[in-house]
């Protein structure tokens, strides 16, 4: 039958076509991925991760890359195979949303990539599986998660039991070893990623989002709060002895291997159910002059800094480096801090910059870095909830996707 698939696949290049491919990277079922296909993936993933363009560094990359693009097209054959189309509409909003994310309108991210030698079909197409595979999920594996009150009573009775002990805040980068991931090539690219991110840890959700093979992935491999014996052993080994805001090495699973992320750690207090919400939010103030050309001289750094900042220790270097602000931090409950702070940071996530505010005098860049308490009880049940059946769906579609790659006529000529 593979034979068979094989052949398939090779009858359907056309002479015009397998001319313009170069050569033929690899054979997925009746699809094939080119050497074109690769080197614009890669070039995606180098610009957007903000990656070494060494060719050492590209050429130990390369085996991942090409695993990855495997699993967009088997994601993608099933979304086909279960009749779920995507829309160019739907790949086109989300396109918009990433140039939303990166501060820029749709043409002048567009025009960025060009600039950088991005060829925009690869990031289209990335969309397009990646849409496809949200379907997927939503289709065919988010049904079978089903949870009990008994399941989510027992989940609360086991945070209950673990009061006092910490939690973590985890994102990761996660490959997976199998028929499509050779465990060597796996665990080079995960070990030279590594030493990348090391260097600079800012680049590790732009590089979870390029390389992670996780449903966190969009997240840029955010987990959440977790406690370790959610974990695989190895890795919550691993996770207990880290300190905050540190990276861990790869660690070794059944699975794969996984490059953590610790942001924070705190201990379970689920006694604060009914207290306040506490906020630690980190403001930019920029003072703007009374001259209009001076004025716009602050709006262009603001515009920069708003578009570049990452995170709640970046915006402390960069507001250092800047004569025209100045760092303020608040850290209280919600009821002590101005009422348009709050306001401007309550939907953000860790790390983001909130809503812009600003007067004559003076424009703030507020970003939330913790929040704590203030939740209720019901919101902390319905946490717990979220969170059960997003690692119950993580599990599921891994073992699903595992099967279909096991399932699938794979032919690697990297």
């Not at 790949?91 to 918009?96: A, H, K, N």
Request: with cysteine; charged share 25%.
């Amino acid at each position: 039958m593979r034979f068979l698939l094989f052949m398939c696949a090779l009858l359907m290049l056309s002479p015009a076509s397998a001319q313009q491919s170069d050569s033929i990277a690899a054979v997925v079922n009746s699809d094939v991925i080119t050497y074109s296909d690769l080197y614009d993936r890669m070039n995606l993933i180098i610009q957007s991760s903000r990656m070494p363009n060494t060719k050492e560094f590209k050429e130990r990359l390369l085996p991942q890359v090409l695993t990855g693009l495997i699993t967009e097209h088997i994601q993608l054959q099933k979304s086909q195979e279960l009749n779920l189309p995507i829309s160019d509409e739907e790949i086109q909003q989300g396109f918009d949303r990433l140039a939303q994310q990166n501060n820029m309108d749709t043409g002048q991210f567009k025009s960025i990539l060009k600039q950088q030698k991005v060829n925009v079909a690869t990031l289209y197409d990335q969309i397009e599986s990646q849409l496809a595979w949200g379907k997927v999920i939503q289709a065919d594996i988010r049904p079978r998660v089903v949870l009990s009150g008994s399941d989510i009573e027992s989940e609360m009775n086991r945070l209950k039991a673990r009061e006092g002990q910490e939690e973590y805040f985890v994102a990761e980068i996660f490959f997976p070893v199998g028929d499509n991931a050779p465990e060597a090539d796996v665990r080079n690219a995960a070990n030279d990623l590594y030493k990348q991110l090391k260097a600079d840890p800012r680049k590790f959700p732009a590089a979870a989002r390029q390389f992670s093979q996780n449903t966190t992935a969009a997240a840029g491999g955010v987990i959440g709060w977790i406690t370790p014996d959610q974990l695989d052993v190895d890795i919550a080994q691993a996770l207990i002895n880290m300190p905050k805001n540190s990276l861990s090495p790869p660690v070794k699973t059944n699975d794969g291997y996984t490059i953590l992320l610790l942001r924070d750690k705190r201990k379970i207090d689920l006694g604060g159910a009914n207290s306040q919400e506490r906020l630690r939010i980190k403001i930019a103030n920029f003072t703007m002059p009374v001259n209009d050309n001076d004025r716009q001289q602050i709006q262009n750094e603001i515009d920069l800094f708003v578009r570049d900042v990452k995170g709640c220790l970046d915006i402390n270097k960069r507001v250092a480096k800047l004569e025209s602000a100045s760092l303020q931090e608040l850290d209280d409950v919600s009821s002590q801090i101005p009422v348009n702070i709050v306001a401007a940071v309550i939907s953000s996530d860790i790390g983001d910059v909130g809503q812009i505010i600003e007067n004559d005098t003076v424009v703030q860049i507020p970003m939330l870095c913790g929040r704590e308490g203030g939740q209720g009880l019901a919101n902390v049940e319905r946490q717990v909830e979220e969170r059960m059946g997003m690692q119950r769906i993580d599990i599921l579609q891994k073992r699903y996707l595992r099967d279909l790659i096991s399932e699938a006529y794979i032919e690697r000529r990297l």
